[in-house]
C-alpha cells in the first residue's frame, strides 16, 4: 500500500482536482479486496491525503471564474468607453455641422445614426461576452459536478463495510 501512497504525492504546484481524483480512483481499484465481499481495505490517511489535495486544487477552478468574470467585466468597461468616445465624436461632428439648417438636420441625423450604431456596437459586445462568460460558466460547472460525484462515489466506496454494511458515519478524521 504505500506504493499507492506514492500515487497521491503531488507531482507539482500546478496538480489540478481532476488528477487527484484519478490518483484517489485508481487507489481504490488498486486496493486489496476483502474476500467473498464487494469491500476493499484502503488506508485512511492515503484518503484523507488525496481529499486534502482535491481542497487544495479547488480554487484554481474559482480563481479561474472569477477571471472569466474580471474579463466580461473588461469588455463591459473597454464597450463602455468605445462608446462615449463614438458619442463624443457625432457630438463634436454634429457641433461643427450646426452653421445652416440643412447642414443641422443632416449633423442630426448622422449623429443619430453614429449613436444608433454605437449602442447596437454596445448591446452585441455586451451579449457576446455574456454568451462567452455563460459558455465558460457551464463547463466549470460540469467540471465540477463530475468532480464531486466522483469525490461521492469513493466516499461511498470507502464507508460501505465487510459484506457491503455500511460503516458509521463520523469514524475517522475529517479536516
Given at each position: 500500500m504505500s506504493d499507492d501512497r506514492d500515487d497521491l504525492e503531488p507531482?507539482?504546484?500546478g496538480m489540478s482536482i481532476f488528477d487527484v481524483?484519478?490518483?484517489?480512483?485508481?487507489?481504490?481499484?488498486?486496493?486489496?479486496?476483502?474476500?467473498?465481499?464487494?469491500s476493499i481495505v484502503v488506508g485512511?490517511?492515503?484518503i484523507l491525503e488525496a481529499l486534502d489535495q482535491i481542497r487544495v486544487s479547488l480554487p484554481d477552478e474559482i480563481r479561474e471564474a472569477r477571471m472569466v468574470l474580471e474579463t466580461r467585466d473588461a469588455r463591459l468597461r473597454e464597450a463602455a468607453e468605445q462608446s462615449e468616445q463614438t458619442v463624443l465624436a457625432a457630438q463634436e461632428r454634429a457641433d461643427r455641422l450646426t452653421?445652416?439648417?440643412?447642414?443641422?438636420?443632416r449633423a442630426t441625423a448622422e449623429a443619430d445614426r453614429?449613436?444608433?450604431?454605437?449602442?447596437?456596437r454596445s448591446r452585441?459586445?455586451?451579449?457576446?461576452?455574456?454568451?462567452?462568460i455563460r459558455d465558460r460558466m457551464e463547463k466549470l460547472e460540469t467540471e465540477l459536478a463530475s468532480a464531486l460525484a466522483q469525490v461521492r462515489r469513493g466516499l461511498e466506496t470507502l464507508e460501505q463495510g465487510p459484506e457491503g454494511e455500511e460503516?458509521?458515519?463520523g469514524r475517522g478524521r475529517r479536516r
Amino acid at each position: 500500500m504505500s506504493d499507492d501512497r506514492d500515487d497521491l504525492e503531488p507531482e507539482s504546484e500546478g496538480m489540478s482536482i481532476f488528477d487527484v481524483l484519478d490518483r484517489l480512483e485508481s487507489l481504490v481499484t488498486q486496493s486489496r479486496r476483502l474476500p467473498l465481499t464487494s469491500s476493499i481495505v484502503v488506508g485512511e490517511e492515503e484518503i484523507l491525503e488525496a481529499l486534502d489535495q482535491i481542497r487544495v486544487s479547488l480554487p484554481d477552478e474559482i480563481r479561474e471564474a472569477r477571471m472569466v468574470l474580471e474579463t466580461r467585466d473588461a469588455r463591459l468597461r473597454e464597450a463602455a468607453e468605445q462608446s462615449e468616445q463614438t458619442v463624443l465624436a457625432a457630438q463634436e461632428r454634429a457641433d461643427r455641422l450646426t452653421d445652416d439648417h440643412e447642414v443641422t438636420r443632416r449633423a442630426t441625423a448622422e449623429a443619430d445614426r453614429l449613436l444608433t450604431e454605437a449602442r447596437d456596437r454596445s448591446r452585441k459586445m455586451r451579449r457576446d461576452t455574456d454568451d462567452y462568460i455563460r459558455d465558460r460558466m457551464e463547463k466549470l460547472e460540469t467540471e465540477l459536478a463530475s468532480a464531486l460525484a466522483q469525490v461521492r462515489r469513493g466516499l461511498e466506496t470507502l464507508e460501505q463495510g465487510p459484506e457491503g454494511e455500511e460503516k458509521p458515519k463520523g469514524r475517522g478524521r475529517r479536516r
